[in-house]
């Protein structure tokens, strides 16, 4: 599977922003897939994650209640949904796609994970 992150840019705390990321192949539906994101002299962390059919979701608690992650299996695209961004959201952003899990807990693990995106920048001034 290769994954391509889109939709990242420069905006101002408070905005909103979605992130896309389009997957390659007929396989899509069977991946659990997550975001993560790595701030500048930071390490890369967990930010959501969705199960292969969507019906459930995970989030940070950094973000949770401002972002939602959702899929679209017929397009082969997992998207994010970033509201009332802060500065703190500034990162680059990568999506990921692994085996399809049933613990919570290994969303949040990158090494869950067997296929990554190259990352797109989101960049959030205050």
């Known amino acids: 599977v290769q994954l391509q992150a889109s939709g990242g840019g420069l905006v101002q705390a408070g905005d909103s922003l979605r992130l896309s990321c389009a997957a390659s192949?007929?396989?899509?539906?069977?991946?659990?897939m997550g975001w993560f994101r790595q701030a500048p002299g930071s390490e890369r962390v967990f930010v959501a994650g969705?199960?292969?059919?969507?019906?459930?979701?995970y989030y940070a608690d950094s973000v949770k209640g401002r972002f939602t992650i959702s899929r679209d299996n017929a397009k082969n695209t997992v998207y994010s949904q970033m509201n009332s961004l802060k500065s703190e959201d500034t990162a680059v952003y990568y999506c990921a796609a692994g085996p399809r899990r049933a613990s919570p807990s290994s969303y949040t693990e990158d090494k869950m994970y067997t296929f990554w995106g190259s990352g797109t920048l989101v960049t959030v001034s205050s």
């Open positions: 192949g007929r396989t899509f539906s069977s991946y659990a």
């Open positions: 969705i199960s292969t059919g969507g019906g459930s979701t």
